[in-house]
Every structure is written in C-alpha cells, then in structure tokens.
C-alpha cells in the first residue's frame, strides 16, 4: 500500500512538471522567439531551438543554433522586463560559468551533427520586454567570445 501512494505522488509530481515545463510564453521563451524573428529578419536561417544533449550528463542547452552563411551561429538568448526609465543590460549575465557551458554543448553538437570542420562562432541576442511583453528593443551582438 505504501508503494502505490509513492508511484501517485511521483505520477502527479511528474505531471506537474511537465505542465511546469511546457508553459507557454514565458518572457524567455517568447523572447527566443523574437531573437529567431529578428535573426530570419538578417538572413540566418533557423536550425535548432533549444538544444541539449539527451544522454549523459547534461552538458548545458542553447537557445537558437542559427545558420549564417556558411558558419553556424551558436546564440544566447536573455530576455528582461522592464519598467519605464529601468536601465537593463540582459547580455550581463553572460559569464565566464555560461560561456564554458556554450561551448561544450557546441562541441557535443558539432561532433554530433559531423560539423567540426565547419565555421561556427558564439553571438548573443539581448531582447526588452516592456510591461505587457511587448517587445521594446532587441540588440545583436555577433561573437561574443575574446580570444
């Protein structure tokens, strides 16, 4: 008896969860939308959203891996909200810890798809959202790591 409460609560919890995970139109996502919108709009062309490794240990996500040219783009998406007069730099929370995670899941992704010969470079795409999630700005800033 104990055992079937524990498979129900992990059941529910795993529901809510998912129902967590899948909500819709949160300022991240809707910003990684009008990132994508924005880079169409330059010429690049979409290839992935979101991607993660699905085995092993989780190496990190990224949020649009984009074609320009012949180099794929790896892009950063932050996204803010913001009040009138608030002054937000969204793309200053891209640190060193974030930019060794980008570029291992940018490895994992080359050797997957047999790209690592190809072109690539990493760019971050900062988007304000104002008070009811309309899109007030959005800054592009191509490769973003020093070497």
């Given at each position: 008896m104990?055992?079937?409460?524990?498979?129900?609560?992990?059941?529910?919890?795993?529901?809510?969860?998912?129902?967590?995970?899948?909500?819709?139109?949160?300022?991240?996502?809707?910003?990684?939308?009008?990132?994508?919108?924005?880079?169409?709009?330059?010429?690049?062309?979409?290839?992935?959203?979101?991607?993660s490794?699905?085995?092993?240990?989780?190496?990190?996500?990224?949020?649009?891996?984009?074609?320009?040219?012949?180099?794929?783009?790896?892009?950063?998406?932050?996204?803010?909200?913001?009040?009138?007069?608030?002054?937000?730099?969204?793309?200053?929370?891209?640190?060193?810890?974030?930019?060794?995670?980008?570029?291992?899941?940018?490895?994992?992704?080359?050797?997957?798809?047999?790209?690592?010969?190809?072109?690539?470079?990493?760019?971050?795409?900062?988007?304000?959202?104002?008070?009811?999630?309309r899109?007030?700005?959005?800054?592009?800033?191509?490769?973003?790591?020093?070497?």
């Amino acid at each position: 008896m104990e055992l079937q409460g524990s498979v129900s609560c992990f059941i529910l919890c795993a529901k809510i969860m998912i129902f967590w995970r899948k909500k819709e139109n949160s300022p991240g996502e809707l910003g990684e939308k009008l990132a994508a919108k924005h880079l169409k709009k330059k010429g690049y062309r979409i290839l992935e959203f979101n991607f993660s490794n699905t085995q092993g240990r989780r190496l990190g996500e990224i949020d649009v891996i984009a074609k320009d040219g012949n180099s794929i783009v790896f892009v950063e998406v932050k996204t803010r909200m913001v009040r009138p007069g608030e002054v937000v730099v969204p793309e200053e929370n891209i640190d060193r810890r974030k930019l060794h995670k980008l570029e291992k899941i940018a490895n994992f992704y080359l050797r997957k798809n047999k790209l690592t010969e190809s072109d690539y470079r990493f760019d971050a795409v900062s988007v304000w959202l104002d008070e009811e999630r309309r899109c007030e700005k959005i800054k592009h800033l191509e490769s973003i790591f020093i070497e």
